[in-house]
Each structure stands twice: as C-alpha cells, then as structure tokens.
C-alpha cells in the first residue's frame, strides 16, 4: 500500500502550498493509495511566554487555534471528494511540549475524536532564554540550543531524551501514536564542520532503550523523507542504521514526505521505501 503518512496544507503558515487539493491530485498521480493530511496542530497560546528566539518562529509554527474547525471542514469535503481515488486520513502533527501537556491533551480531547490519523513531534527544546526551535536554521540553532547543552552531541542527547519523553507522557486516548522524524536534531548536521554530529555511546544507548519502548507500547515511527532535500542534512529521519534496527525490533515504520510544497508530494519515497519491510 503506497501511502504517505505525513503531510502539510496551506493550513500551515510556514510552508508555501496554495491549495491541498493540488497535493492531493499528485499524490494520485504518483500511485499513492493512502495519504495522511497531518497539518502541525495549534500550539498553546500561553507558550509563547516560554520562547527564546523570535517570537515569530512560535507563531508561524502552526495554525491559529480558530483555524481548526475550518481545516476539518475543508479536509472532510476533499476526503469525500476523493474516496474513489485515495483514501486520505485527516489529523495533525501534534507538537510535544513537556510544559503544556495539560493543554494538549485537552486539546486532543477536543478534536481527537475527529482525528484519523496523527504523528507526535519534538520540534522545541529548552534553550537559551526559554523554548528553542530545533528545526529553524543552523545558526539559532547554535545559538539557542548546541550553546545551551555545550556540544552537538549534547544536544542531541537532550533532544532523545524529549522524545523518549514524549512517548511516555500521559496525553489521554488521543494521543498520536506515530513518532515524528525522531532525528530531527541531526536537520543542521553539516553545518558543523568542527563538531562531531556522529550518534555518541550515550544516544546509542538511549536509542536501544527507545525502540524498545516504542515496540512495547505498540508505537509508529515517521521515516521522513525531508530531511534528504535539506542541504546540511542529507539524510533521512531517522537514518537508514536505525531504521534498520527499527525493523529489527519489528516496529512499523511509514514513510512520510513532509510535504510543505506541491513538488515534494511522493518526494524520496523510493528511497525510503527501498528500505522499509
Ligand atoms: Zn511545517
Ligand atoms: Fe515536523
């Protein structure tokens, strides 16, 4: 079943698609039978007073909370639309914050039972000044984040330990149970020429534990193409050793394009595909 299991509208301020239904006309085009419509859900209105950074990194995240309502109406009439051709699941990709996990869960009690499908992502991260944009660009990301833990690696320790963390976190029945790229702290890699952005014996180890985790509580894992068309990562989230140890564990793993523009619908999917069971 050639399904895409992550993918963005207009819906969503920092990407550049005019319309999903041109998303999803491509996605039939391309042969895809299954295609999730994973919009980054709103994030909590009061977070924005726990930022470092640019407050405008928060607020062009997500859609506005008063967006919701619109984005299920709209997405339910293209699902209809299209039912004949692919079958599109509608949801979010839901943003794990430790500080709000009282806020999201209400959330996702609110609109979960709308919710077809869903991936749970770390995007923050305690930085410098407050929450941190892991995925902005390499220099805040030195600035807000490798500054605050001291190294890359630390850095990287940090951001899997979030996300181990938020595949514990109690976030009610609706929670997602898809992983999104869980190696989104590798999307700057090669823009640090003098650090070592290698996995250390420490994240090695925390991996290992991870997975099993992640098998035992029946979790996805998001194996995200986009991270191979950033020019300092070139690499899929998570990288092909782990995805390989993920199949080991016997975890499922789905391909997700990340779209955020009509020319990356289906984009590296033969090569991550190759690679899934
Ligand atoms: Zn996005
Ligand atoms: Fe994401």
């Known amino acids: 079943m050639k399904h895409d299991g992550h993918t963005h509208t207009e819906y969503c301020p920092h990407g550049t698609v005019a319309d999903v239904e041109e998303l999803v006309q491509r996605a039939i085009a391309l042969g895809f039978k299954r295609y999730s419509i994973t919009e980054h859900a ?61 806020w999201t869960t209400d959330f996702l009690n609110e609109y979960g039972p709308q919710m077809d499908d869903g991936i749970l992502s770390v995007h923050f991260l305690d930085g410098v000044d407050g929450l941190r944009c892991i ?43 898809r992983l999104g790229h869980i190696s989104l702290c590798q999307k700057f890699q090669l823009a640090f ?29 998001d194996v995200n193409a986009a991270g191979l068309f950033k020019p300092d990562c070139r690499d899929i989230y998570p990288p092909e050793p782990l995805i390989r140890q993920a ?26 595909s190759a690679l899934l069971p």
């Open 193 to 221: 020429p003098d650090e070592d952005t290698s996995l250390s014996a420490d994240s090695l180890a925390l991996i290992d534990t991870l997975l099993t985790q992640i098998k035992a509580k029946r979790y996805t894992l």
């Open 42 to 102: 709103p994030l909590p209105p009061d977070g924005l007073a726990d930022i470092g950074g640019e407050p405008e990194i928060w607020t062009s995240s997500t859609m506005p909370l008063n967006d919701v309502r619109h984005y299920f109406i709209h997405m339910e009439r293209l699902k209809k639309k299209y039912a004949a051709d692919i079958e599109l699941l509608v949801g979010f990709e839901v943003d794990y914050l430790a500080g709000h996990r009282h």
């Open 135 to 177: 995925d902005y660009q390499p220099q805040d990301y030195a600035e807000g984040i490798i500054a605050r833990y001291g190294s890359f690696q630390s850095a990287q320790l940090a951001y899997y330990r979030m996300i181990q963390d938020s595949l514990m976190a109690d976030l009610g029945p609706y929670k997602p149970t």
């Open 247 to 272: 199949r080991q564990a016997g975890i499922p793993l789905i391909y997700g394009s990340d779209a955020h523009d009509l020319a990356d619908v289906g984009r590296g999917y033969d090569i991550v």
